[in-house]
């Protein structure tokens, strides 16, 4: 609650930042959720395949896991470089004399957030691998 808080004040500061825009709070639960296997997904398809041909769908969850840490590289490769411009150069968010708060911790918890689901990415992506070699 007080993520989604902290998260509504910053978006209500810069409505066109998109790292303030709800992003806080999506990314911070981004590793949790794919972990739990809750993250935005379709099992239709997936559920088929692995009840019929179980070696199909461990090629079908590397691929999948592949592509989502592929894309968290690219958030990771174009937020880092925000990160550092944001710390080195002193971005603040709000209105000078009533309220302002630095943006830099708010990315650095998205880049640390978008490495954590990277790495869980990763991490299911070998389980796939390794499920696919003993399902010889």
Not at 13 to 26: F, Q
Not at 119 to 132: E, K, N, P, T, V
């Amino acid at each position: 609650a007080l993520v989604k808080s902290v998260d509504a004040v910053l978006a209500a500061l810069n409505k066109h930042d998109y790292l303030c825009d709800r992003g806080l709070a999506t990314s911070i639960h981004l590793a949790a959720s794919l972990r739990r296997g809750v993250f935005i997904r379709s099992d239709g398809l997936f559920n088929q395949v692995m009840g019929r041909k179980p070696r199909a769908a461990h090629v079908m969850g590397v691929f999948t896991y592949a592509l989502g840490a592929f894309f968290m590289g690219l958030i990771l490769w174009g937020s880092v470089p925000y990160f550092i411009d944001a710390w080195t150069n002193d971005w603040y968010v709000g209105v000078e004399g009533m309220f302002t708060a630095p943006k830099w911790p708010v990315v650095l918890v998205v880049v640390i957030a978008v490495f954590v689901t990277l790495i869980q990415f990763l991490i299911m992506m070998a389980d796939h691998l390794r499920q696919f070699s003993v399902n010889r």
